[in-house]
């Protein structure tokens, strides 16, 4: 299976072209594509969805409609309606910003309400039930996943097979992400009450290992993982997600050819991208970029091999952070150019909405 695996994930070796055009560019230079694919694009401008936000992290959509948004510093969870008004449901407890850190990931199934966040000595994964406009039954499922000013990932989705995943980082404790004993530099598959998940390769929290600081999880139509991540000072990742598999950190960065470890099928420089969100609609994933300042669309083949990545929006709307595929097929898209790192725009930060084709 690994050596199936390495034959699939042939990486893409981008070299980007400076993107001053606000729109669509296409990644030039020397390119290996593994798909024969292309990628069609918006077929519109995006539209504001909700204004005045403050680093909204994540988004994920209720069952009867709306959306419930992340703010990482404020530690503010918001519901947000289709039509764009916005609400504060709760300040969650507990939350320590810090950095990075903060109130971060967010997911819903059933009638519950899942949020990964930063405490005062580590981060962790909480559980609420909502009903109506409230947050009750609050139960930490995961905690002692180590914490950092940098690098504490933070995405939470809920995969095909129901189970609930979670990216972290190493916190900048590089050696973490290759020990198999640490919840850092991982991701995690569990169930809803935060034990391993039947089938966990290690029989453990870990379902795959040697990451950096993975912000984006999303699954194709045949189910396939695939996650975005930070590099370092070279490449920028998308990795196709296999159970028990290392993906190189610190060894490696970018494609290393290693047996050891599974190469990325899509690298960046770090200036064209610094993927955190990830999305998958309308055949391609997308991702967004926070110094690359663009929405990155990745197109995928029938087998899960990428094609050519295109650039949209390049320096229209600053840093993207949150990506989420819509039930109407669109893509909600925020910005995060509050988060210190940014220069805010009037309106900002800001949700999107994103046609996809």
């Known amino acids: 299976m690994r050596m199936h695996m390495r034959k699939l994930c042939a990486v893409l070796a981008l070299s980007v072209l400076p993107a001053g055009l606000a729109g669509c560019s296409t990644a030039g230079g020397e390119v290996r594509p593994t798909a024969a694919v292309s990628a069609a694009g918006p077929a519109a401008d995006p539209t504001d969805v909700a204004t005045g936000l403050a680093v909204p992290w994540a988004i994920a959509f209720l069952p009867g409609g709306g959306a419930l948004v992340t703010e990482r510093d404020t530690a503010r969870l918001l519901r947000v309606a289709q039509n764009g008004q916005v609400s504060e449901l709760a300040t969650i407890e507990g939350v320590v910003p810090d950095g990075e850190g903060g109130l971060?990931?967010?997911?819903?199934?059933?009638?519950?309400?899942?949020?990964?966040?930063?405490?005062?000595?580590?981060?962790?994964?909480?559980?609420y039930r909502l009903a109506g406009d409230t947050l009750g039954d609050r139960r930490v499922i995961v905690e002692g996943i180590p914490k950092g000013s940098n690098h504490n990932g933070g995405r939470l989705a809920f995969g095909p097979d129901g189970h609930l995943y979670a990216s972290t980082g190493e916190t900048g404790d590089r050696d973490l992400a290759q020990q198999r004993d640490s919840l850092a530099g991982k991701i995690l598959r569990m169930t809803a009450d935060g034990v391993p998940a039947p089938g966990n390769p290690f029989g453990t929290?870990?379902?795959?290992?040697?990451?950096?600081?993975?912000?984006?999880?999303?699954?194709?139509?045949?189910?396939?993982?695939?996650?975005?991540?930070?590099?370092?000072?070279?490449y920028d990742e998308i990795n196709l997600i296999e159970p028990g598999a290392n993906y190189g950190w610190p060894e490696v960065e970018g494609r290393g050819d290693d047996e050891r470890f599974v190469n990325p099928i899509v690298t960046w420089s770090t200036d064209e991208a610094s993927p955190s969100g990830l999305a998958y609609a309308g055949g391609s994933l997308w991702a967004g970029a926070l110094r690359g300042q663009r929405l990155w669309q990745v197109p995928l083949g029938s087998d899960g091999a990428a094609g050519r990545p295109v650039a949209h929006f390049a320096d229209r709307y600053g840093r993207l952070r949150a990506v989420t595929a819509a039930p109407d097929g669109t893509l909600w898209v925020g910005t995060s150019n509050k988060d210190g790192r940014g220069s805010p725009r009037e309106g900002d930060d800001r949700i999107l909405s994103v046609p996809t084709s």
């Open 205 to 234: 929290l870990v379902y795959s290992y040697g990451h950096r600081n993975v912000q984006g999880l999303a699954w194709d139509d045949s189910g396939r993982l695939y996650a975005s991540e930070f590099g370092a000072n070279t």
């Open 104 to 127: 971060m990931g967010v997911a819903v199934k059933d009638q519950h309400v899942f949020l990964y966040y930063t405490a005062a000595e580590d981060n962790r994964i909480v559980r």
